[in-house]
């Protein structure tokens, strides 16, 4: 009885956890909506989800671009197919690879950052001084780094998208493939759709990304260890979690749009 | 002014306050006190409405704040001032952001009338107008919380403070200094006040009327000297380490034996220094 007590009491706890969470993504959406906003805030946010997680796309996307790149070249070249690099490219990162990935960098570094910080101010009252000084936490801690993330990360999966083609043409070059062959596959496949499926992807990431570090912050408990258990559980919940969406979307996109 | 009628607050089905009930009145300064764990500090959160109580009421003006939505809560608050625990000041923010934090936030006073009250705020609880651009982590703990309880007045001249063991951790002479400051803010503009402390000092200076929690039930409510005299076996054990100290110190000023080697009463427990 005790074991089954215990998956009981973990199944219970997990549920009520979810419905916190959704209680708290719905009170995010209705705070975006009223005001007061904070605009000066909301630039600061920006500037560090999207000035801030600029340097680590740049380099993962251009690093990992490249790997993608050669596989696929070298693959390609011994099929006799090396023209279609860009085609591949295109499909590989603009649809999957891009939103994902850069999605994973951000989400380490924006979950770690916004949950130790605002977990910081839970163990040491400053969430409550906010209330008790007639703040709305939703509204001047989660509002702006939710559209923060919602404007900064879309644009840094172009700027990563963008990156990794290029190195990927870089890398063709090394095959033998030119420039423009490889450019000519690239417009060929950057379809309205194709850009539509990439692009839908970061703002969902953004969302669940902004919501989750949010909450795991407001929610921590127990001083200093509270604030390091919770800033752990966001970045490992937040990257999974971009995962699991993916692979969800991806099928959704494939079932119900044919794209 | 303030009521506390039957209050039951529980976490996790553990009790934290069972039956607690107290009033105070206009321009009254009571202290709760109580040992660490005993529910004090969520009396006063349950005031500001950070947490509801499972039963009981909380009467503030007559106004029943167990009844009341959100948005009104909110603007009750916009009457009271808060010292939390160790300051609680906003550390992104200068002392001049924190301090005119209400003011920018609600009365949308233009920015030379919030620095005009900043300062005189500042002046009020003693600290100097060169502070205003500095930040909390460049504070010492005495002068965070003196920010701290420039904020709280600075908050639309509030009716009513209230003091979560305001000098915890501080040193003697910090903690005399905000003591002090305490009693000028009762004494000069009158403020219903409500502190929360374990220090039964700090609570004999400030209070005019005292409430001693144990393990969440009140087991003492009256005046100050009426403390001492209590027959309750659970007052008697809360006071036990205080009256040692009392009779440690007028032993060594009537003997005039250093206290390294002025004999301890036995029943006084050893007690480490700093916060506890």
């Known amino acids: ?259 | 002014m303030i009521e506390f009628r039957d209050i039951i607050y529980s976490i996790d089905g553990r009790r934290i306050l069972s039956d607690v009930s107290f009033v105070v009145g206009e321009g009254e300064t009571r202290v709760i006190l109580g040992p660490s764990g005993s529910g004090k500090s969520t009396i006063l959160r349950l005031l500001l409405g950070l947490v509801r109580p499972d039963s009981g009421a909380i009467l503030v003006g007559g106004e029943d704040l167990t009844r009341v939505n959100e948005e009104r809560m909110r603007q009750v608050r916009q009457m009271i001032g808060m010292v939390f625990q160790q300051g609680a000041l906003f550390d992104s923010m200068t002392v001049a952001e924190n301090v005119g934090f209400s003011l920018l936030e609600h009365e949308h006073t233009d920015e030379d009338e919030v620095e005009r009250r900043v300062r005189e705020t500042l002046r009020q609880v003693g600290l100097a107008e060169d502070l205003v651009d500095r930040m909390p982590d460049e504070l010492s703990g005495g002068m965070q919380r003196r920010v701290a309880i420039a904020r709280a007045l600075a908050a639309r001249d509030p009716r009513i403070l209230l003091y979560d063991e305001p000098t915890t951790g501080l040193d003697p002479q910090a903690a005399q200094r905000i003591t002090d400051l305490i009693l000028h803010l009762r004494d000069a503009y009158g403020k219903t006040s409500l502190m929360v402390t374990h220090d039964i000092a700090d609570a004999y200076k400030v209070g005019n009327c005292m409430t001693l929690l144990h393990e969440g039930r009140v087991v003492f409510d009256g005046d100050p000297g009426d403390l001492d005299r209590a027959e309750s076996p659970v007052v008697n054990e809360f006071l036990a380490p205080f009256r040692s100290a009392v009779a440690l110190a007028a032993q060594r000023i009537s003997t005039g034996v250093p206290a390294s080697r002025a004999p301890r009463p036995p029943s006084a427990p050893f007690s480490p220094g700093g916060t506890p």
Request: aromatic share 8%.
């Open chain 1, 1 to 259: 009885m005790g074991v089954i007590q215990t998956i009981i009491e973990r199944v219970r706890g997990i549920l009520i956890s979810v419905q916190d969470l959704a209680l708290f993504t719905a009170a995010t959406f209705r705070a975006c909506f009223t005001r007061p906003f904070y605009g000066r805030e909301l630039v600061h946010q920006l500037h560090f989800a999207g000035i801030g997680s600029l340097l680590i796309v740049v380099l993962s996307s251009a690093v990992a671009g490249q790997a993608l790149a050669l596989q696929l070249a070298r693959e390609l070249a011994v099929t006799g197919a090396k023209s279609q690099l860009g085609h591949f490219m295109v499909i590989s990162v603009v649809r999957a690879l891009g939103p994902v990935l850069v999605g994973m960098v951000v989400a380490s570094r924006m979950s770690a950052g916004i949950t130790a910080e605002l977990a910081a101010m839970r163990a040491t009252d400053q969430i409550d001084a906010l209330v008790a000084f007639g703040s709305d936490p939703m509204k001047r801690l989660v509002v702006p780094r939710f559209i923060a993330l919602m404007v900064a990360l879309p644009g840094l999966v172009v700027i990563g998208d963008a990156l990794a083609v290029i190195g990927g043409g870089v890398v063709g070059m090394q095959y033998h493939i030119t420039w423009e062959t490889y450019m000519n596959g690239v417009h060929l496949y950057l379809t309205p759709k194709n850009l539509m499926v990439g692009m839908i992807k970061p703002f969902l990431f953004a969302a669940m990304i902004a919501i989750v570090a949010c909450w795991k912050g407001f929610r921590s408990e127990g001083g200093a260890k509270g604030v390091g258990v919770s800033t752990t559980e966001s970045v490992v919940i937040s990257s999974v979690g971009i995962l699991i969406l993916d692979g969800v979307l991806t099928r959704l996109v494939f079932k119900l749009l044919h794209w």
